[in-house]
């Protein structure tokens, strides 16, 4: 039985995108991309039309409501910059990932999001950043980390060239495989 994934968003998209084509090039076996929920209008949105994915706009106090109407089984917070209330944290306890732009646990927590990310890893002079998955919970970038990927910093790097590099090299990369695991662990949970 396909698991029933819901994909959040608040932005580009281009994780989601990731996750589609993914899904288009038969690397989630599993999954089934069920909903996409945004807390705005935004350009992610517009890369549902095509592959035929429902969409829901949405506050995020109502998200629960939501998934749960849905039947989803399995959530993934990509680029999602509201703050996913505890009920709905609980309901999909071991079940919600989240991708943050760093090797957690540095540059994460409050503030860290987007850009803010990358420059503080330009400010700080490290030679490596990358991308993390991680299991979603009550406290921000702080839940059980699935998968990481290095990507290296270079000299003359900006916060937006950074940015680029490590969505290509690790979160494009990291976030459908990590999926791809969570929903194989989920479909045999339905089958049992
Ligand atoms: C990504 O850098 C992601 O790691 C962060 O927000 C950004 C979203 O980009 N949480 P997109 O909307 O997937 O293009």
């Known amino acids: 039985m396909l698991t029933r994934v819901a994909v959040l968003v608040s932005g580009g ?93 540095d540059f994460g927590g409050q503030g860290m999001y987007g850009l803010h990310v990358h420059e503080a890893v330009l400010d700080a002079g490290v030679a490596v950043t990358g991308a993390t998955v991680h299991l979603v919970t009550d406290e921000t970038d702080a839940g059980p980390i699935l998968r990481q990927h290095q990507v290296a910093v270079h000299a003359g790097d900006t916060p937006e060239i950074l940015q680029r590099r490590v969505m290509e090299e690790a979160e494009w990369k990291i976030l459908p495989e990590a999926l791809a695991e969570l929903t194989a662990i989920v479909a045999r949970e339905k089958e049992e």
């Open 13 to 105: 998209g281009t994780n989601l995108q990731a996750i589609i084509d993914a899904k288009r090039a038969g690397d989630l076996p599993n999954a089934e991309l069920a909903l996409v929920v945004a807390d705005r209008h935004c350009a992610a949105l517009d890369r549902c039309i095509e592959p035929h994915i429902r969409t829901v706009v949405c506050r995020s106090t109502e998200l629960r409501d939501v998934l749960e109407q849905n039947s989803i089984d399995v959530v993934v917070l990509a680029g999602y910059l509201a703050i996913v209330p505890p009920d709905a944290v609980a309901a999909y306890a071991g079940r919600m990932i989240n991708i943050h732009p760093s090797l957690l646990p």
